[in-house]
């Protein structure tokens, strides 16, 4: 790559980044939305097959057509979809009980704990500002979510073990990113949660183990029902945004330097802020707003500081979410 192209590609990758952000915000906002109605696997279900219907006719044309579905990388597949499902999973409950704002924030936490793993699993060095940058990360976390006060929830933890999911599908993906194309690994994503939703609703789908009323219990395990014709465009939103965002923030990463492009992504923490005025009427309190600051403010400085290094970058690859 070229210093006359370099640029050009940067501004283009951190544009893809900010509207897979967007994507992913306005994901955030249809879940929870729609939580209060609807079972959380069947709002999966739906999800993915409005997304595997986009990607099978926008997509699959132009990348191959059906070739995209052949992998030599099955089992790794099938981790990372996983990881994703239940990553997703746990955000969304979260979304069910919390304000947007703070289950986003809390969810922030991923590129710390994605620079825990990579020392664990990948054996990178960090060094003492990087180290201090993830103390102040967690303590964004604890302000937020203030454990051993009243005002302690244990949906709070949810977001925490999203962002723990999705640091280990990162890691999943840095390992065969190299070997799969983002339409493939998106489309194995669709394919887990669609299984994963079947199974749930085999077991689970009469409401037969909807006994609490918490609001994340009832969530997840109330029965399927008939899709109210007002919220269809919802679905609709949730699959096709879902499917472009994956799409999007894997191009960046494949086309932009991470460093660069990475901070885009923090584009989802005002408009959780927006949607939580605009569409459910709630405030970030003033101790979530510390906490907020606290939690992006590490994450752009482990950004900044990976800029620093003389390192080239990595590609990453995105996540359907």
């Avoid at 990372?80 to 999973?89: E, I, K, P, Q, T």
């Avoid at 994605?114 to 020392?119: A, F, R």
């Avoid at 590490?298 to 990595?314: H, M, T, Y």
Wanted: glycine content about 8%.
């Amino acid at each position: 790559m070229t210093t006359t192209t370099l640029p050009r590609s940067n501004l283009l990758g951190a544009l893809c980044v900010a509207v897979a952000a967007l994507c992913f915000s306005l994901n955030d906002m249809g879940i929870k939305f729609l939580s209060s109605d609807y079972a959380l696997h069947q709002v999966v279900f739906i999800r993915s097959l409005v997304g595997a219907a986009t990607l099978f006719a926008l997509v699959m044309p132009f990348a191959g057509g059906f070739r995209l579905v052949r992998t030599r990388r099955l089992r790794w597949h099938l981790a990372r979809g996983l990881c994703v499902v239940f990553a997703n999973s746990f955000l969304f409950l979260g979304l069910a009980v919390l304000p947007i704002a703070d289950a986003v924030a809390i969810f922030f936490i991923s590129p710390l704990v994605i620079t825990l793993m990579s020392v664990i699993f990948l054996g990178e060095t960090v060094g003492p500002r990087r180290w201090a940058a993830i103390a102040v990360g967690f303590v964004g976390v604890l302000v937020i979510v203030r454990p051993g006060t009243s005002a302690f929830q244990v949906a709070a933890l949810f977001p925490m073990i999203s962002a723990v999911l999705y640091g280990t599908m990162h890691i999943i993906a840095r390992r065969i990113g190299s070997t799969e194309s983002a339409a493939t690994m998106t489309f194995y994503i669709l394919v887990s949660f669609m299984v994963v939703s079947v199974l749930v609703w085999a077991v689970a789908g009469d409401g037969r183990y909807a006994t609490s009323d918490h609001p994340s219990a009832q969530f997840l395990l109330r029965a399927w029902r008939p899709v109210d014709r007002d919220d269809i465009a919802i679905f609709v939103m949730l699959g096709t945004s879902g499917v472009l965002g994956g799409l999007l923030i894997s191009q960046a990463y494949r086309i932009a330097e991470a460093a660069f492009a990475a901070p885009f992504e923090y584009v989802s923490m005002p408009m959780a802020i927006i949607w939580g005025i605009t569409v459910f009427g709630t405030f970030p309190v003033p101790s979530a707003w510390i906490g907020i600051v606290l939690i992006v403010g590490s994450g752009l400085f482990l950004i900044w500081a990976e800029s620093r290094r003389a390192k080239p970058p990595v590609p990453r690859s995105g996540v359907y979410k």
